[in-house]
């Protein structure tokens, strides 16, 4: 059975970093797409970057030149790297890999 489990999240201020994870089990993240999600409360949840089993990366507008993806096969984790954090980042922190989703981690970004 497919998992996925988000961690990395927390409380940082305007202008910090932080790097989320995404940590599989019961598939193999090299060989498929993984993509992160963040969602608001009474929001619609919005796509924010997916990074390709070749490597090739694609960002959302808002977050292009500040957020990286990565993954490291060895350890069948996928990171986001982020910096330069905004309050407008604040959020839960989603990815997903062949329609499974983890359990979410926050990230609020605030003084």
């Known amino acids: 059975q497919v998992r996925l489990v988000e961690s990395g999240g927390g409380l940082v201020q305007p202008g910090g970093s932080l790097r989320l994870s995404c940590a599989a089990s019961?598939?193999?993240?090299?060989?498929?797409?993984v993509e992160w999600y963040r969602q608001v409360p009474g929001k619609q949840r919005e796509w924010v970057a997916a990074i390709h089993s070749l490597g090739y990366t694609s960002y959302a507008d808002s977050v292009r030149r500040r957020f990286a993806i990565s993954r490291d096969n060895a350890e069948n984790t996928v990171y986001l790297q982020m910096s330069s954090l905004k309050p407008e980042d604040t959020a839960v922190y989603y990815c997903?890999?062949?329609?499974?989703w983890g359990q979410g981690t926050q990230v609020t970004v605030s003084s």
């Open positions: 019961g598939t193999d993240f090299s060989v498929n797409e």
């Open positions: 997903t890999s062949k329609n499974e």
